[in-house]
């Protein structure tokens, strides 16, 4: 009966040693701005305009695991495709301008 005790308490601990955590990743994504001539219809640019950052809360049981995890999550939240920007003059020719995102890094704290 010991021995059953201490097998269970060993293989408890364990599971205890191993089970995940909370991490706080940063997940840092790029703006880019796409030209597209409004006479042809063709792409005639990007252009980044800079960078931005959500934070997100996730469970994992490595930092590694997190960040995989925080940029899945971030595709589906803060990744937008072709985003309508306006209008603007780009090599001489006025242009829709579309913005999208990609993601660069994420970092777990």
Do not use: H
Not at 6 to 33: C, F, M, P, R, S
């Amino acid at each position: 009966m010991k021995k059953l005790f201490l097998i269970l308490l060993i293989t408890l601990g364990i599971g205890v040693a191993y089970a995940g955590k909370n991490y706080k990743v940063t997940v840092t994504y790029e703006l880019i701005n796409t030209y597209i001539s409004e006479k042809t219809y063709q792409t005639l640019g990007e252009k980044s305009v800079g960078t931005e950052s959500n934070t997100f809360n996730v469970y994992a049981e490595t930092p590694d695991e997190a960040e995989e995890k925080a940029k899945s999550q971030c595709y589906t939240t803060c990744s937008t495709s072709n985003v309508y920007q306006g209008k603007e003059l780009y090599g001489g020719e006025t242009c829709n301008v579309y913005q999208s995102r990609r993601i660069l890094t994420a970092r777990a704290q």
